[in-house]
């Protein structure tokens, strides 16, 4: 079995498998030449060519344990018919959904037509990763949880505080649910295929889910990850799932019992607090701060060994605690790759 695969199965692999969270993206010369090339992000998501190659440009580069599919977590909400834009240096923009019509004009019938593209993508990842001999490469397929999801399509894009989607699952809570079931169903079909199409591993970015009460957090982030990953493992026994509660803090242990099969941790968590409180067989992700990746140097090495040293002999999966940054040098990368493959 492939490294990360058995990492994910339960058991302590040393030097742990590694990959970053946004792993391609702006930081690679790379990737900032194939996205000059096209129109807007949205045009390089649903371009199969263009995406299987940017999401294998760091699996050459540095020959991470895991290759991410290159696409967004709001292509799931384009797909069913809301609006996506990508601004340049604003991030994604959204209509603002925020009553029962605007639910009800989602439309779960045009998934799979909009998504057959990032399928595609799919499929000539995993040919590419034999084709090119990374045999040892597991292939994740990932979507955004529903709560995160539903974040960017009531605020509209990004927030401070996203006061908007939670003043609304306090004050309207039937449309607040009603949306969130659209959703959960969507990313089971979405996830679904997925793995059809070859997708070995499967991620739910839960981006903020810290930011909910903790009976919001049970409604909104425990209640969906629980069905979508009942769901898959019914259709698809044997593919594992990692969940990423960003900012869960304690709700991590609750978070876990959804029987996901790894937790990834964000950078703020003490990454053996949080391992302690899992049980033994459920692996551990992350948790190095992007920003000592920018760093680099002796700070990101006290770091990252702070890590290693806490999760060996763990279920354990080197990342970060969140998204790569596109400031970070690449040389800093690679110098990260060794320490972490020296244990
Ligand atoms: O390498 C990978 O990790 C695979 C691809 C991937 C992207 N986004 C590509 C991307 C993945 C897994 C994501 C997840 C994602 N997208 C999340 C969850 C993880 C997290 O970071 O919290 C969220 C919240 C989004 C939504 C999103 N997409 C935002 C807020 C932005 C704008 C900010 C930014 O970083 O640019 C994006 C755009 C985006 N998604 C880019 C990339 C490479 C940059 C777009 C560009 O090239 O212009």
Known sequence: MKRLLRALSGEAVWPP????????????????????GVKDF????????????????????YGFDAAILFSDILMLPWALGHGLE?????????????????????????VAEKVA????????????????????????????????????????????DFAA????????PELFQ?????????????????????????????????VLSPSLFRAHVIAPAARIVA?????????????????AGVMTLDYAATGVDAVGVDTGSDIAAVAAMLPAHVAVQGNLDPLAVVAGGKAMEAEAMGILNAMRGRPFIFNLGHGIVPQTPPEHVAALLELVRAG
């Open 17 to 36: 498998p590694v990959w970053l969270m946004r792993q391609a993206g702006r930081y690679l010369p790379e990737y900032r030449a194939v996205r000059a």
């Open 117 to 160: 593209p990032i399928m595609e993508t799919v499929r000539l990842v995993r040919s590419g990763l034999v084709r090119e001999g990374f045999a040892e490469t597991t292939l994740i397929g990932f979507a955004g949880a529903p709560f995160t999801v539903a974040c960017y399509m009531v605020e509209g894009g990004g927030s401070k």
């Open 42 to 61: 949205v045009a390089l998501c649903t371009t199969p060519e263009l995406a299987a190659e940017v999401t294998l440009q760091p699996i050459r580069r």
């Open 178 to 210: 009603q949306l969130m079931n659209v959703l959960t169903d969507a990313t089971i079909e979405y996830l679904s295929a997925q793995v059809i199409a070859g997708a070995e591993a499967l991620m739910l970015f839960d981006s903020w889910a810290g």
């Open 231 to 247: 769901a898959l493992k019914e259709r698809h026994p044997g593919v594992p799932l990692i969940g990423f509660p960003r900012l």
């Open 86 to 110: 990508f601004k340049e240096g604003e991030g994604p923009v959204l209509p603002k959904l925020r009553d029962e019509a605007a639910v009800a004009a989602l439309d779960p019938a045009r």
């Open 165 to 172: 989607v939670r003043g609304m699952a306090y004050s309207r």
